[in-house]
């Protein structure tokens, strides 16, 4: 299972041999892909799954509107790929013994789509539950703030990959890369009184940043915020990370 599938994913499949074809040319292994939006970065690596292979595509009304509405994504034969629309908060089976389940969280439209308000309580912006055997993980790679029902989610699991983005709210702005503010970008930033180092202070899960920028200076080792963040029980997520719960 796979969970969006980024721009980078042939090389991210190239690197793990747990997704290689198995007895035969292309016989993958990947069953199921979980979409938690529509952004450029979490649908474009499925224009590289156009061969033949089956598995299902599960996502909400309005993230699956979005591959709907985009003929390139015909190339996804619907004799092969099954698209699934998943409701909020209503648990859904999954190969391998899985159990998926898509929650709303506070966001926005994807950029391509934004108008007067981009800001979004609509199904636009998912996070992910996922349980098997006992064991649950909670990934939420975008939001804008932390919710009580988010809350409440992430304190019953075993791991949290939390959207670590932007460690301060002005960072984009402040390093020439860009002109809004993380809040404005549907992202809670690190640092700062509502910050989510704050915010989830307490939560006693296994807690992984994830979705970093290139400007955001955790991603240094040694540095004032990475040693923060370490110091405060959370991990920076890198490639090929293994997690076993």
Known sequence: MLINAS???PEQLRRSPALHPRGQPRGSPIKAIV??????D?????????????FMLCATASTMAQIEQNSM?????????ERRIEAFDVPC???GGLTAELFAVPGKVPLYLEGENPMSESDGSAGLEIRAGGARLVFIPGAAAVTTSMWDRMACADAVFF???LFRDDEMIATCTGSKTG???GHISIDGRDGSLAALAKLRARRIYIHINNTNPILVE????????????WEVAEDGQDIVL
């Open 7 to 9: 721009p980078d994913l």
């Open 35 to 40: 979409l938690t939006g529509a952004e450029i």
């Open 42 to 54: 979490q649908v474009a690596g499925l224009l590289s799954l156009r061969e033949r292979e089956p």
């Open 73 to 81: 994504f015909e190339v996804l034969a619907r004799d092969q790929v």
């Open 93 to 95: 089976s999954l190969p």
């Open 163 to 165: 959207d670590g983005t």
């Open 183 to 185: 809040r404005r970008m």
């Open 222 to 233: 040694g540095s004032p915020e990475r040693t923060l963040v370490t110091s405060q029980g």
